[in-house]
């Protein structure tokens, strides 16, 4: 009987790195299932899902509390599926709190785990290296620096490139993303990237318009765009410019689309994580704002493995684009940093170095991860 292949993907980027590589890997084993829980895209890509990715989706801790009981009973269920199933492997996509618990247990008894896109153990928490060692026998990584981390510690593990560098060009067309928008603008244009979720909206959100208000002292031309994630986030987004009536009148609010954003942007003011890859991959000069509660942000902080915490600076190995967090996360410093980067638009050093981070991404992600599941799966 065949045995075909696990896999657990419980968010939208999960999902959609899962679905480049899912076809390659049916096509390896076309007599077998590919089973699990995926979205849309592993749906559409040949995956016979148990359950639907968003029973996975939560944001916020009040909303995590509200759903840990079906939560556990999902990675109960899950773990004993797997084990009866006895698929040539498991593959867990990113979602490393709920995937490495249930790798950790079938890796015990005797399943083989894939885990496809390594925690940022090189920003924080990075004892969790213990745990991957325990559940993974191979690691998927999206980042050419994690693969010493993984040999250093005896994990083994495959760099297949970020999918991003394939889905944005590498020559981003300003004026084609600005006619999309409907913009035209003798003005400087800043897109402007508080943050994803409610927390970081509420804590960043008021710093960066504020230094919204300060960059049109330098030009009042200038126009704001914000990609709001969701409605949720795009009523959160409007309550605040409220409090900022200048920049209220500069800014335009636009519902998600924000590689469009980006792309139409001469500088981007952004809160760390994967927007700050984004937009160096779109070549745009920015600044790396990031606030949060003061105990929690000390203590994140201080479990860090490097000096920065954005993913160009960590790519480049120097500070290439300027990190105001915490304390220097405030309007006025944002503000002439952001009017700086403005001026470096231009600049084909900080360009070649945005250029050299795209290239170092840009593998052929699908045929190396298919290939590596292979060699585990047999």
């Keep these: 009987m065949a045995k075909g292949l696990a896999w657990l993907a419980g968010e939208t980027s999960g999902d959609f790195i899962a679905s480049l590589v899912l076809p390659q890997v049916k096509a390896q084993y076309p007599d077998e299932s590919m089973f699990g829980i995926g979205g849309d895209r592993m749906i559409a890509a040949g995956l016979e899902p148990w359950h639907h990715s968003r029973v996975l989706s939560v944001r916020g801790y009040v ?3 509200k759903k840990l009981p079906s939560l556990l009973r999902l990675r109960s269920e899950m773990k004993q599926r797997v084990l009866k199933a006895a698929p040539r492997a498991f593959i867990g996509v990113d979602a490393p709190d709920f995937n490495l618990a249930i790798e950790e247990y ?3 008894r005797g399943v083989k785990t894939i885990h496809f896109v390594c925690p940022s153990i090189w920003a924080w928490r990075p004892e969790r290296i213990h745990t991957i060692k ?3 026998d191979h690691m998927l990584l999206i980042f050419p620096f994690e693969k010493k981390l993984m040999d250093d510690a005896h994990i083994e593990s495959t760099y297949i490139g970020h999918p991003l560098a394939a889905e944005i060009p590498i020559n981003p067309d300003k004026a084609q993303a600005r006619e999309a928008l409907e913009i035209d603008s003798m003005g400087p244009i800043f897109a402007v990237m508080p943050g994803s ?3 970081e909206v509420a804590w960043c959100g008021p710093r960066f318009l504020e230094a919204c208000e300060r960059v049109l002292d330098f030009d009042r031309r200038a126009i704001f765009l914000i990609p709001a994630a969701d409605e949720a986030r795009r009523a959160q987004i409007n309550a605040l ?3 900022y009536p200048r920049a209220q009148k500069a800014t335009r609010l636009i519902e998600g689309n924000s590689h469009a954003v980006m ?6 003011l952004v809160a760390s994580g994967t927007a700050t890859l984004e937009a160096a991959l779109f070549k745009r000069p920015m600044v790396v704002g990031y606030a949060m509660p003061g105990l929690t942000g000390l203590l994140m902080l201080k479990k860090g493995i490097t000096p920065w915490v954005s993913l160009p600076n960590i790519l480049a190995g120097e ?3 300027p990190e105001l967090l915490q304390y220097y996360c405030k309007p006025e410093p944002l503000a002439f940093a952001l009017w700086e980067a403005y ?3 231009n600049d084909s050093k900080l360009m070649d170095r945005f250029y050299a981070i795209h290239e170092s991404l840009l593998r052929d992600t699908a045929s190396l991860a298919a290939r590596a599941i292979r060699g585990v799966c047999g």
């Design 343 to 345: 001026q470096k638009r």
């Design 241 to 243: 410019l409220t409090r």
């Design 263 to 268: 792309q139409a942007s001469d500088a981007v």
């Design 63 to 65: 909303e995590v509390l």
């Design 134 to 136: 325990r559940a993974v």
């Design 319 to 321: 500070t290439l684009v």
């Design 197 to 199: 979720r409610q927390a």
């Design 106 to 108: 079938l890796h015990e």
